[in-house]
């Protein structure tokens, strides 16, 4: 069972898609989907079951309007090419991934456009890990805005729609390691248009574990000719021990420039394992004054990184 079964919906808590739309067209309150988790729980796969009932009633409420039933009567075939709804502009937090430290809740947000169609009658986005939505599905979340009855979306002029969900994760009750990589966003769009947007993976974006790099050059200041020893501890959020632990055997860059240029990295070296798990040591000898820094370039389960500079006065 996904992690996420352990967080909380608000008993009898109704959710909808596109309640503008569905007011507007008198079916607001027949369409309405409650949750069968009245206990206060639900998991992954009734998150899921939610979401694609609402789906369902967005597509109901458009198919009861009268434009759809006028196109129904109609002896014409519709170009399906020609009357499509489109998603795009997707984003997670601005870019392609989220990060989530060890304690605190942390707010994912996710945007995008919906366009073709004056007439918006539901669009959701849920946010999922695994192989398969139905078959291998290891996390599902519905957003805040799905459980709070509230409309993402808002008219962005013409037949243009900008929407906004945004997903509360906690990292103590909702999260494990094996959740750190690739997730999907599953997105629905429902408008006036003859075909809709109903997709499992409207975008892979990475979620992954907030990391800290240190760094210190020293001694400072230090006689010319002498060792500078530049050390750096590379870590990252547990989500199975909730603390921050030295990420091992990652490739690390030092970096140096002159007091007034820009950094340019000199080596590149693995960061330890054991008792110095996450930590990187270098000498350099003391020629002139200079400034010290790690970098971390990231992977696709930790962000990168760039230390602060260090910089040691050379007399």
Known sequence: MSQHSRKKLTTGKKVTLGV???????????????????AGQTDAAEALEQSKAAVADASAAK??????KARAASSAEPDPTADVAVVSGITVDGGN?????????????????????????GSN????????????????????EFYADTD??????????????????????????????????????I??????????NAKTWYLKRWSRLSNNAAPEPVAKDKTITITGKLERANWDTHKYAGYTQQTVRLQARSLTGSYATTSSHITGTGSQAGVEKQTRKATTDRCYRYKFEGTSTTPPLTATGDCVDVR
């Open 125 to 144: 986005a849920a946010i999922w890990r695994g192989t398969d939505r139905d078959s291998g599905l290891k996390q599902f979340m519905n957003s805040e």
């Open 20 to 38: 503008g739309a569905l007011a507007a067209s008198g079916l607001a309150v027949g369409l309405l989907v409650t949750p069968s988790a009245t």
């Open 97 to 121: 991934s989220a990060r989530v430290g060890t304690t605190n809740t942390q707010t994912i947000t996710v945007k995008w456009k919906v366009s073709g169609g004056s007439t918006l009658y």
């Open 152 to 189: 993402p979306c808002t008219s962005s002029g013409g037949a243009t729609f900008s929407c906004t969900a945004t997903f509360k994760i906690d990292p103590q009750d909702d999260l494990k390691n094996e959740d750190a990589g690739a997730w999907k966003i599953s997105l629905c769009a």
């Open 191 to 200: 408008t006036e248009a003859t075909t809709d947007v109903d997709t499992d």
């Open 63 to 68: 198919d009861a309007a009268p434009k759809a």
